[in-house]
Nanobody
Framework: QEHLVESGGGVVQPGGSLRLSCAGS???????DLWWYRQAPGKQRELVA????????TVVDALKGRFTVYRDNVRNEGYLQMNSLKPEDTAVYYC???????????????WGRGTQVTVSS
């Protein structure tokens, strides 16, 4: 069973925007800290952004001003808003989060399967 599902990827022209979503499954009681990573072809996976369970966002310096991370704890979802996209943003984007399935056990880290973002004219 997938506990984290990314969506919102696709093909966009340079300068365009996309919003990625990362949703916890119905069995998830709470989504704690959440991270967004990406992996371009032939490159290592790299951190893009993160947001704590208390809504404190961080975006890596190279992407500040273009990418924004936010979340909705009621919906157990996280989002990555990507603007002014460039061809070098082409990658598979993954979310990772610490998930709790009840109020009694510590959260564990899970990964989604990723969503492809392609920036091309």
């Amino acid at each position: 069973q997938e506990h984290l599902v990314e969506s919102g990827g696709g093909v966009v022209q340079p300068g365009g925007s996309l919003r990625l979503s990362c949703a916890g499954s119905r069995s998830v009681f709470a989504v704690h800290d959440l991270w967004w990573y990406r992996q371009a072809p032939g490159k290592q996976r790299e951190l893009v952004a993160s947001i704590t369970e208390n809504y404190i966002p961080t975006v890596v310096d190279a992407l500040k001003g273009r990418f924004t991370v936010y979340r909705d704890n009621v919906r157990n979802e996280g989002y990555l808003q990507m603007n002014s996209l460039k061809p070098e943003d082409t990658a598979v984007y993954y979310c990772s989060a610490d998930l709790a399935f009840d109020a009694y056990h510590l959260p564990k880290n899970y990964w989604g399967r990723g969503t492809q973002v392609t920036v091309s004219s």
